[in-house]
């Protein structure tokens, strides 16, 4: 399986935030630390809002900062809400319309493919509920030492 890039960035600015949970960071500065988008970035944070996960402080002086303890957030919820609860495969039921969605597919009534991708991607997730924010910032320091490099 591969994370789409919304889910990639999801998980970056929360090791951000985890490094030092008492400072508001702003989406221009995780965006310059990481090189990526600050538009992309805004979207993730927008949802990490919305799911109760970052604060955001508006104003002057404002950013954002994680809602809950490192500790409290698992990868695999994390993971689960940037990559959306679509279905595994088109032809799996949840896809569209029950048979709507099998009529595509001359071997639906006999294929397997759909539980067993099912199956895999559960564990998939299991895998990752087993691992939290704390988990993913063991080196705090040193994550920021490679994220803010001084000038030489």
């Keep these: 399986m591969k994370l789409t890039t919304f889910s ?10 985890a490094m030092d949970r008492d400072r508001l960071a702003t989406i221009p500065e995780i965006a310059s ?3 990526i988008s600050e538009n992309h970035l805004m979207k993730v944070v927008h949802q ?3 799911s109760g996960v970052v604060e955001s402080v508006r104003g002057k002086g404002g950013g954002i ?7 409290e957030i698992r990868i695999g919820r994390i993971v689960r809400a940037s990559e959306g609860s679509g279905p595994v495969v088109e032809c799996h039921p949840e896809a569209g319309s029950g048979a709507t969605a099998h009529a595509s597919c001359r071997i639906a009534p006999v294929c397997r493919l759909a539980s ?4 895999a991607f559960d564990a998939f997730y ?3 509920d087993a691992y939290t924010l ?3 910032i063991v080196e705090p320091r040193a994550l920021g030492i490679l994220l803010h490099p001084r000038p030489a």
């Design 8 to 17: 990639d960035y999801t998980l970056r600015v929360l090791m951000y935030l």
């Design 116 to 119: 067993v991708l099912a199956t």
């Design 33 to 35: 630390a990481y090189g």
């Design 48 to 50: 990490l809002a919305r």
């Design 126 to 128: 299991a895998s990752l």
């Design 65 to 71: 900062r994680l809602a809950l303890a490192p500790a």
């Design 134 to 136: 704390a988990d993913l």
